[in-house]
T-cell receptor, first 114, second 116 residues
Framework: DAKTTQPTSMDCAEGRAANLPCNHS???????VYWYRQIHSQGPQYIIH???NNETNEMASLIITEDRKSSTLILPHATLRDTAVYYC???????????????FGTGTLLAVQP | GAVVSQHPSWVICKSGTSVKIECRSLDFQATTMFWYRQFPKQSLMLMAT?????????EQGVEKDKFLINHASLTLSTLTVTSAHPEDSSFYICSARVDSGVYEQYFGPGTRLTVT
C-alpha cells in the first residue's frame, strides 16, 4: 500500500471547520483514500472514503486533488467530541487479496478547543 | 454503519495464563477479520488476518504460536493470547471486512488486556 504523510497535530476552534491534510504522492490508480478516526481508548471509526471524486456524508467531506496525490478531510463544524486521532490510509478497493488491509500510520491528533 | 463487537472489553490475568478475546460482526458476514494491537500513545499495529475456513496470516514478527486465531464462522473470530506475560499488556482491536462493494473494514471497540 502507498504511504501517507499527515501533520502530527492540529488545533481547531469549536464551531469552525477543521481541515486535515494528507499526502499520498505514490498512490496507485486502484487505491482508495480512507479516513478513520480514533477517540481515546476506543476502536477506530470509519469516516469516509473516495477514489477520485470529492465525497460528502453526514460526518465529513473529502476533497481529493485532481492528480490524487493529496487529499483533505473537512469537518464542517468541529465540536469538542471531534477531538481524536485522524488516520488517512490508502488501500486497494475490492477484494484485493492479501494486499487489501488497512495499515495505520501515526495520524493527526486534532484538538478542538472551546 | 456495520457493527463489530468485542468481548470482553477489558481483562486482567496473571502471568502464564491464557486469555481469549472474541470478535463478532453483528449485522453482516465477514469472510475476513483482522486483529490489531495498540500500545499506549502508539498507532495500531496489524497482527494478523483471520480467514474463515483457513489458517490466519500473521504479520512479520508476530508469533503465531503465542497469538492463536480461530475464525470459527462468518461472524466470529477469536484471538487467544497464550502464556501471557506483562509485555503482552495492550489494547487489542479487531476489525471485520464487508464481503462486497469496496470491502470496507469496521472496527470493534477494543479489549484492554492487563497481565500482572
Amino acid at each position: 500500500d502507498a504511504k501517507t504523510t499527515q501533520p502530527t497535530s492540529m488545533d481547531c476552534a469549536e464551531g469552525r471547520a477543521a481541515n486535515l491534510p494528507c499526502n499520498h504522492s505514490t498512490i496507485s490508480g486502484n487505491e482508495y483514500v480512507y479516513w478513520y478516526r480514533q477517540i481515546h481508548s476506543q476502536g477506530p471509526q470509519y469516516i469516509i472514503h473516495g477514489l477520485k471524486n470529492n465525497e460528502t456524508n453526514e460526518m465529513a467531506s473529502l476533497i481529493i486533488t485532481e492528480d490524487r496525490k493529496s487529499s483533505t478531510l473537512i469537518l464542517p463544524h468541529a465540536t469538542l467530541r471531534d477531538t481524536a486521532v485522524y488516520y488517512c490510509i490508502v488501500r486497494v478497493g475490492g477484494y484485493g487479496g492479501a494486499t487489501n488491509k488497512l495499515i495505520f500510520g501515526t495520524g493527526t491528533l486534532l484538538a478542538v478547543q472551546p | 454503519g456495520a457493527v463489530v463487537s468485542q468481548h470482553p472489553s477489558w481483562v486482567i490475568c496473571k502471568s502464564g495464563t491464557s486469555v481469549k478475546i472474541e470478535c463478532r460482526s453483528l449485522d453482516f458476514q465477514a469472510t475476513t477479520m483482522f486483529w490489531y494491537r495498540q500500545f499506549p500513545k502508539q498507532s495500531l499495529m496489524l497482527m494478523a488476518t483471520s480467514n474463515e475456513g483457513s489458517k490466519a496470516t500473521y504479520e512479520q514478527g508476530v508469533e503465531k504460536d503465542k497469538f492463536l486465531i480461530n475464525h470459527a464462522s462468518l461472524t466470529l473470530s477469536t484471538l487467544t493470547v497464550t502464556s501471557a506475560h506483562p509485555e503482552d499488556s495492550s489494547f487489542y482491536i479487531c476489525s471485520a471486512r464487508v464481503d462486497s462493494g469496496v470491502y470496507e473494514q469496521y472496527f470493534g471497540p477494543g479489549t484492554r488486556l492487563t497481565v500482572t
